[in-house]
C-alpha cells in the first residue's frame, strides 16, 4: 500500500491527493451518517488521464477503488468500506462544462460537474437539462448516470439514461473509452454506455457525458389539488396527458400525514386549503402558448368528482410556495425521527392496490406504525417509507425493520414492482437484489461484473 | 446435423419447422436480393420454451442460429451464410399482444407481433405507440428492438431503445431471462435489456417485449416547405421546438433531386408548388388543442425568409398525399437503378457542414455522381445515397463503390458522426465498424459476445 500512495501521489500531484482523516471524513461518511468507512487517500484527478493513471496504479497493485461524486447516494453506494484499504476517486475537479451545443441540442460535461451547474449552463444558452432532483446542489452529473437517476421529471423526460448521448469511461484496466458522441442515432455496433448508465461505478469509471437538451419549456404551470384516494391519480394522470399534450413536467402524490409533517415541522409551510384531504396531487405542466389548459382540465376533473379542490399558482412566488411544501418533505421527516425508507415502484396500473395492499399489510404487521408515503407517482415510483414506534430498542428496530421490508417488498414483487426505484442498489440492497433480481438475471450480472472487473477492484460491495 | 434436425423437428411439432428449399426462399433471401443464404431448416417455434430448446439443442450441436423477424434489414442481418449449415428461428408465429395496460401506458406483445398490428392494438386502447417506418407493415418489434430502430419521429420519442420497458429474452445456452417488467423507474442492479436492444440477435434472442405507450397526439398539422440548404433546416427546428412546445412529431429533410425522381418515377406523384427549391421539409407536429400553431411558426419562418414557400395540409388527404411524396423515396429510387446506401448521422450543428463538404467531396471524388440525400434530419440521420454512372462495369462499381464509401464515411467520422445511424451493422457493414469504432470500443464488444455468445451461435458474422 505504501509504494502504491506514493505512485498515487506522483500521478495526482499536490493538489490531486488528501490522506488526512478529519479532512476526509466528508467522503467517508455518508450524508446522513449512516455509512462511515475509511481511507488511506483520497485522489482527486483533474484530468481523465490521471483517473486512468490511478485506476491502472490501482489495478496493478489490487487495491479497490471507490468512485465518488457528491456524496449524496440513498444506499451507500459512494462510501469505502472500513477496512481502509479502498481508495476513493472523487471526479470533483473534473467539473467543467466543456460544450454547449445548442444547435444539436446537447451539452457536455466532466463527470464532476455538479447538476446545478450543467443545468444553469443550458439556461444560459436558452434550453432546458430536464434532470432534477432534490440534491441538485451538491449531486454530480457522474454520480447522476451512474445510478441513473430519476427525479421530479421522469414522466415526460425520461430517467437520465434517457438523457445520455455519449460517455467517456474509464475502464477496470485505465483503459479510457471515449464514446463522447452526441448523435440521437446510432446503431453502428453495441451501445456500450448503457452498461455504465446506473452500474453505480462498478463496471468502470464516468468521467465526462454528453446530455440531451430540450427546448425551454417556457411557462409552467403549479397546482396542488385535493383528492380521495391514489387510483384516482392514475385516472387523473391518464386524463391530463392527453389534455396537456404528454406536457406534464411534474405529477407528485403526497398523503396528508406527509404534508402534516411537513407543516409541524418546516416554518410557515402551510398548506392553501381550508379542508384536510386524504392525498394530494402537485402537478406542474408546461402550457407554452396556452395557459389556461391547465386550469380548464382540473375544472374538468373536479367536474368528474375526482379532485376535490384545487389551487393553480397565481404567479412563480406561488409556485415556488407550493413546491417549498413538496421539498421541505425530506427535511421533515428527518425531524419527526427514523424511519424505514422504501423507494418502490410499481406499474402505474398497479399503484392503487399497492397502496390498499399496503394499508392492510401495515395493520396486520403491526397497528402502530405510521406510513409516510409520497412519490413521483407519474412514474410509478413511491417513497414508502414506514416509521416505527418511538420506544423500541436498536434490536428490536433492526429486526422489525427487516421483517416489514421484507413484506413490503414482497407485495412489490407480487405486483411487478422493484425494490429499487431510483436510489440504486449501493451497499444497503445488495441482499435484497439476489432475492428478488435471482436466477438467469443475477447470474448475468455477475458474469458481467467478472467479465469487466476481474479483479474486483471497481466499487467491490457495491450493487451485486 | 441429421440428429440435430430430428430433435428439432420433435421440439416444434409439424407446424413448427420447414426444410423445403423452395418455400424457404422468402427466408433465405433477403428483400432487395443482395444477400442470399442457405439452411437446412427453418425453426417456428411457437412458444418461448419451444425457442428455448431449439437453442439448447442448436448449442448441444455447436450449430448457429439467426433469429428472423420479418426479414426488413438493410444490412443482411437476418440472413444465414451460404454454408448451409445455419438454422434460421423464425420469430412469426409468436405474434401476439398479450396485454395492452391502457393505465400504465404500455404495450406487451410477443418478438414476431408485426409493428403495424401493435401500432393498431394501442390505437384501440385510444394511446399511442410511436415507433414509426417504412417496413411497419412486415417488419417484426422483435427484430425492432434487435436494431434498435429508429424511423420517423425519433426527434421527439426516440429510437425503439426508448420505448422498452421490459423484454424477455432467451440466452446462447438456452437461458430464458424474464425481464418482462413494465417499470418506468427501476435501478434494481444493472439494466440488462439494454446489452439485447440494438445487438442484432447476436447476444440473446429476444422473444417478447414491453413497450411504453404515449397519449394518442390528436390532432396533426403537417406542412411541406421549400428551403434553400440544409443549414437552414436546423435553425428551422430549432425555433418550431420552441414555437411548438417540443411537438413535433416528424421532421423529413428531402433534395430536389430525390423528389425529382419520385416526378418522374411515381405515378401521380406531384409537388404541390409551382417553383422548384433546392430542399424540403416535410413537418409534421401535433398540435393539440391548437391547430393554427404551426401556421403561425411557419409564417414567422417566411417573415425571416427561412422558409422559401409552404404548403399546409387542410385534411388528412392532402397530408396523405404530401407524406405519399415522402414514402414514395424508395421505390422511386429503386427503379432510378443502383445506388450506394448510407445511413449516416451526425450531430445536429454539423449537417450543414456535412453537406456541404459532402458536395466538395463527390465533386473531387467523380464529377459523375448523383447524390439522392434525404433523411430524418431532425435526428441528425441522413440516408446520403449515391448514385454512380450507369455504364460501370460490376468490377469498376465495387472499387469505386468502396473507395466513395471510405470518403464518405470518413467525413462522417471526422464531424463526430456514425456510419450506421438505424440500420445496424449486420452483415454489410461489419467491416467498418472495426474501423470506426475500433481500439477500446470494439475490444469491448468483441469482449461481450465472448461472454455472452462463447462458441458464436446466435448469428455468428453479423456486428462484430
Not at 182 to 198: C, E, M, N, P, V
Not at 240 to 263: H, M, N, P, Y
Amino acid at each position: 500500500m505504501t509504494t502504491l500512495l506514493k505512485t498515487l501521489k506522483e500521478i495526482l500531484g499536490p493538489q490531486g491527493w488528501n490522506c488526512d482523516p478529519e479532512e476526509l471524513r466528508p467522503h467517508t461518511t455518508e450524508w446522513r451518517g449512516v455509512y462511515e468507512g475509511r481511507t488511506p487517500l483520497l485522489a482527486r484527478p483533474a484530468t481523465v488521464d490521471q483517473v486512468a493513471a490511478v485506476v491502472r496504479a490501482c489495478a496493478d497493485a489490487g487495491v479497490a477503488i471507490v468512485p465518488q461524486g457528491g456524496n449524496t447516494s440513498m444506499c451507500g453506494g459512494a462510501i469505502p468500506d472500513a477496512t481502509g484499504e479502498q481508495i476513493i476517486l472523487s471526479l470533483s475537479r473534473m467539473n467543467r462544462v466543456l460544450d454547449v451545443d445548442a444547435a444539436n441540442f446537447s451539452i457536455t460535461v466532466e463527470a464532476g460537474c455538479v447538476l446545478a451547474d450543467a443545468q444553469e449552463a443550458a439556461t444560459v444558452a436558452g434550453q432546458y437539462l430536464p434532470l432534477s432532483l432534490g440534491a441538485e446542489g451538491s449531486c454530480q452529473i457522474g454520480g447522476n448516470i451512474a445510478t441513473n437517476a430519476g427525479g421530479l421529471n421522469v414522466g415526460r423526460y425520461g430517467t437520465a439514461r434517457a438523457l445520455v448521448l455519449g460517455l467517456e469511461v474509464v475502464l477496470a484496466d485505465g483503459t479510457v473509452m471515449n464514446s463522447l458522441r452526441s448523435l440521437r442515432k446510432d446503431t453502428a455496433g453495441y451501445d456500450l454506455k448503457q452498461l455504465f448508465i446506473g452500474s453505480e461505478g462498478t463496471l468502470g469509471i464516468i468521467t465526462a457525458a454528453t446530455l440531451r437538451l430540450f427546448p425551454d419549456p417556457g411557462q409552467l404551470a403549479t397546482a396542488l389539488v385535493g383528492i380521495e384516494n391514489a387510483g384516482v391519480a392514475v385516472d387523473i394522470l391518464a386524463s391530463l396527458k392527453t389534455a396537456l399534450d404528454d406536457r406534464i413536467e411534474s405529477f407528485e402524490l403526497v398523503s396528508q400525514r406527509v404534508f402534516g409533517l411537513v407543516e409541524r415541522h418546516i416554518p410557515d409551510a402551510t398548506l392553501p386549503f381550508t379542508e384536510e384531504y386524504p392525498w394530494y396531487l402537485l402537478i406542474e405542466t408546461a402550457t407554452g402558448s396556452t395557459p389556461q389548459l391547465l386550469e380548464d382540465a382540473l375544472a374538468t376533473e373536479i367536474e368528474r368528482e375526482r379532485i376535490l379542490d384545487a389551487v393553480i399558482a397565481k404567479n412563480s412566488k406561488e409556485a415556488e410556495a407550493l413546491w417549498r411544501l413538496r421539498h421541505s418533505i425530506s427535511e421533515a421527516e428527518r425531524q419527526d425521527g427514523k424511519a424505514l425508507k422504501h423507494d418502490v415502484s410499481v406499474p402505474l396500473s398497479k399503484m392503487q392496490q399497492f397502496l390498499q395492499r399496503g394499508d392492510e399489510l401495515l395493520a396486520r404487521l403491526r397497528p402502530d406504525l405510521r406510513l409516510i408515503a409520497f412519490g413521483h407517482v407519474g412514474d410509478g415510483n413511491l417513497h414508502y417509507n414506514v416509521g416505527l414506534p418511538r420506544d423500541l430498542t436498536e434490536e428490536e428496530w433492526a429486526t422489525e425493520g427487516a421483517r416489514i421490508t421484507r413484506a413490503i417488498y414482497d407485495l412489490v414483487a407480487e405486483l411487478g414492482g422493484s425494490f429499487s426505484a431510483e436510489h440504486g442498489v449501493g451497499q444497503s440492497k445488495r441482499a435484497w437484489l439476489a432475492e428478488y433480481r435471482g436466477g438467469a438475471e443475477l447470474e448475468l450480472m455477475q458474469l458481467l461484473k467478472k467479465t469487466l472487473d476481474p479483479a474486483n477492484i471497481l466499487n467491490p460491495g457495491k450493487v451485486i
